[in-house]
């Protein structure tokens, strides 16, 4: 009874100041006074009076009859800009936002909406306008749950108002409010953006009341029959993701009002792209119609927050490619909700179906990719991080978008983040598309080897940390076996490439940041060599990464000099072991020997000769093996002449190519003077396989040759001349055995003196070799050639040689020069 008798008391005062205020305005019109004057005596009224409650009604409601007396030219704007701070202030800040016990608020959307009616615009155009529009909304949306309100009606002395019938007023005031705005500013260019942070409010009273303020909204343009063009929603794919979203909220009445409020969007929708379409527009819109009328049926509003998938469905077809952009990028938002799983439910399916039902039409795909990457780091559900990652898959898997999206994903600091690892490693992709995805990677990585530049480029090193995450995620591995042959061969020339770089020396994009620690820590080749690392390890090539452990063949990999004898071990030990993988690089090789720049030619080089030894290198035509052999003999790089011979020799091993590589013994014997051991060796091996086709000429040169590095310092290069010059002695005739005496003859000291060489091997071969050319000369040494003890502790016994090479029987006459050697 008190709290009624109170409100009558104010009411009635409310009334007198009102009728003051009308009467002054009503004397103000006969007098014709100016506008400006009448401003100016509002303001005074109104600023001078005491600031109660009472007042602010007093003149609210006097601002409300002043609307209708005033027409809106530039002097009222100027007026409401004047006194715009001052409205904010008393008004809305004054205000409790934690209680609602006066119709303060009520009454300031009254006067908002009677100013719109009049086009006399306080809350749309400028800042200081919008920040007033944004107050007001947090006035009203921050106030506490209904059940609060009454809580605190019963527990504050002096209210003179029930709080739940005067919050139901002060809403419904509100939301006619935003009605009329929305007839002034159809494109819901602020509305949209003001309301959106309440619609996805964590609290549910919060969240309820901006979607029943966003659908009553919708209602009002759906009804509005002056819809013409130019009318353009600046965020109409965001709104139709976040109204999406609400439908399905665990709250009950969230869900019904964004089903209502998506339905009246969708009528909206469909008139604004028929008016604004083009004709093949308007056609489509006609086509989808039939799609769309069981959901234009205002009794099958319960259709859409049961099934927030098939809103996707029906406004894919509408939305525009940015629209559809902003659609996603919302919806993403909804991901990061923790508190409603079944929000981050809703969200995945949207996405989903969207990108399944749109999958030809989007245009941004990088952007969608970069809001992914951007939320990945705040979604912490490990449920809603798969689903974000599934839409990459989606889009990855699109031929159309595959590369757009690797190349948004390779310009990302390395080592990427663990959010990005995660992503690359978790790729959910259909089977028949692993393939395509995995080849398009590659290339990216092969495009890099082409050419020789002078820094590396950053998605070399960029896909090359890629390939690694997926196969430590081990999604791909099908395409991973399939494609084996390319992506060892791609990994090893990057090795190659890596070797000696740091971070520093790659071409580092403008619009990048790589930290001091990543610069410092991390190399180009660490990220090969872990690629291929875990390339045989996904691949079961188990057998191959433990003989590269134990024979440190990584560390020859990774050392300039030594890294074709790494590329040779693995392919030898893979020969071994998976010849069938073996034989598929054999074959993918053929024609990469020619591609590339050096490094690149060099690495598939040294695998492709090591592979000569496979039974199956006999169907390759010689124009593939013997000639681009012999291009490489004349290869003014020692490396491609090592492999030259080398390949030569692994041919002439399993006996291919004799008569072909018979004819390039003369530039074989010139490679015998090369300072570079490795061609001194290989020359040597291959003139061992090819003596048994020299005619006596050629042997003698031979033997010549060899002789002339019986004293090379180079323990290896001595003890291979010494072996094959015995193995030479055995190939010589019965009827050139008089010519080749000569030369035997003088072999004899030389092989003598070494065969007391410090080295042990190169000891005994002299003395094997000294036993040969003795034999072939019919001499029978005397037994202390053979004592191993130093001659120093033995004289007799150098005495008894050297009696024997002066005046042996054997030897008279034909040593003519040992006077000198005794």
């Known amino acids: 009874m008190r709290r009624s008798l109170l409100a009558a008391e104010i009411t009635s005062g409310c009334l007198r100041h009102q009728s003051l205020f009308t009467s002054s305005l009503h004397c103000v019109r006969l007098l014709s006074i100016p506008l400006q004057a009448t401003f100016k005596f509002s303001g005074r009224w109104f600023l001078h009076l005491p600031k109660g409650v009472l007042e602010k009604l007093v003149f609210l409601r006097s601002l409300s009859t002043l609307s209708h007396a005033i027409p809106y030219d530039e002097t009222t704007e100027s007026f409401i800009h004047e006194n715009l701070s001052q409205i904010q202030n008393i008004l809305v800040q004054q205000e409790p936002l934690h209680s609602l016990f006066s119709p303060v608020r009520q009454e300031l959307f009254i006067a908002i909406t009677d100013l719109s009616c009049q086009d006399i615009n306080l809350l749309l155009g400028s800042d200081d306008k919008s920040n007033l529009f944004s107050d007001l909304i947090k006035s009203i949306i921050t106030l506490p749950s209904i059940k609060t309100l009454s809580i605190l009606q019963t527990v504050m002395p002096n209210v003179q108002y029930d709080t739940e019938s005067l919050y139901r007023q002060t809403f419904q005031a509100f939301c006619e409010m935003l009605q009329c705005l929305v007839i002034q500013d159809p494109h819901l260019e602020n509305l949209d953006q003001i309301l959106e942070p309440w619609l996805q409010s964590t609290k549910d009273h919060e969240r309820e009341r901006a979607t029943t303020s966003m659908s009553q909204m919708l209602r009002c343009l759906s009804r509005h029959l002056n819809l013409q063009p130019p009318l353009y929603f600046q965020k109409l794919g965001s709104l139709v993701a976040l109204m999406a979203l609400l439908c399905g909220d665990p709250v009950e009445e969230v869900a019904q009002e964004a089903a209502e409020g998506i339905h009246y969007l969708l009528h909206i929708t469909l008139k604004l792209k028929g008016i604004t379409g083009d004709r093949k527009s308007r056609q489509n819109i006609k086509d989808i119609m039939k799609k769309c009328k069981e959901l234009l049926d205002i009794n099958n509003i319960k259709e859409f927050y049961s099934n927030p998938f098939k809103i996707a469905q029906v406004f894919e077809v509408l939305l525009s490619p940015n629209e559809l ?44 990719m970069r809001a992914i990457c951007d939320r990945l780091p705040i979604i912490s559900q490990p449920s809603a991080r798969q689903q974000a990652i599934n839409i990459v898959s989606l889009f990855i898997s699109r031929p159309k978008y595959t590369d757009a999206v690797l190349n948004h994903l390779l310009y990302y600091p390395i080592p990427f983040d663990r959010h990005l690892a995660e992503l690359w490693r978790t790729l959910d992709i259909d089977l028949p598309n692993t393939t395509w995805i995995l080849w398009r990677l590659l290339r990216k990585l092969q495009k890099c080897h082409n050419v020789d530049q002078e820094k590396m480029e950053y998605i070399a090193v960029a896909a090359t940390e890629a390939l690694y995450e997926i196969f430590v995620g081990n999604k791909l591995q099908a395409a991973m076996y399939r494609l084996f042959p390319q992506l060892l061969m791609a990994l090893l020339i990057q090795v190659h490439h890596s070797i000696g770089l740091t971070m520093s020396d790659i071409t580092i994009p403008d619009d990048m940041y790589l930290s001091n620690k990543d610069i410092s820590t991390s190399t180009p080749l660490s990220f090969a060599i872990q690629a291929t690392k875990t390339l045989l390890l996904r691949t079961a090539c188990w057998y191959e990464f433990n003989v590269m452990e134990k024979r440190k063949g990584w560390n020859l990999l990774e050392m300039e000099y030594f890294h074709l004898d790494g590329v040779s071990l ?33 690495t598939s080089a040294a695998f492709f000769v090591e592979l000569f030894q496979s039974p199956l290198a006999r169907r390759i035509p010689k124009r593939y093996t013997i000639t681009r052999l012999e291009e490489w003999l004349y290869h003014e790089n020692h490396q491609f002449r090592v492999l030259s011979l080398k390949g030569m020799d692994s041919l002439l091993c399993h006996h291919q190519g004799k008569e072909a590589i018979k004819g390039m013994i003369p530039v074989i014997l010139s490679n015998l003077s090369e300072t570079d051991e490795k061609i001194v060796l290989f020359s040597i091996n291959v003139l061992r396989s090819l003596l048994d086709t020299m005619d006596f000429t050629t042997l003698k040169t031979t033997m010549q040759a ?35 005496e000569g030369q035997i003859l003088e072999s004899l000291i030389p092989l003598l003196l070494h065969s007391q060489d410090e080295n042990e091997a190169v000891a005994e071969e002299s003395s094997r070799v000294l036993t040969i050319c003795c034999r072939f000369l019919k001499w029978k040494l005397p037994r202390q050639v053979y004592n191993k003890d130093p001659w120093h502790s033995n004289p007799s016994g150098i005495g008894v040689i050297c009696k024997f090479f002066v005046s042996g029987q054997e030897c008279r006459g034909k040593f003519f020069w040992c006077n000198d050697f005794s």
């Open 570 to 602: 693995l392919a030898n030990v893979l020969l071994e072991k998976h010849g069938m993988l073996a034989h598929k690089v054999l074959y993918l090789l053929i024609p990469l020997l020619n591609r590339g720049n050096e490094k690149h030619r060099l």
């Open 325 to 368: 952009v902003q659609f996603i990028v919302t919806t993403l938002d909804g991901l990061k909700n923790l508190k409603h799983p079944c929000t981050q439910q809703s969200a995945g399916e949207l996405l989903v179906t969207l990108v399944k039902s749109a999958e030809t039409r989007f245009e941004k795909v990088p952007d969608i």
């Open 706 to 740: 060899l002789f002339s590095l019986f004293s090379d310092f180079r323990p290896n290069v001595h003890l291979f001349a010494v072996n094959v010059f015995g193995d030479s002695i055995k190939m010589v005739k019965h009827k050139n055995k008089q010519d080749i």
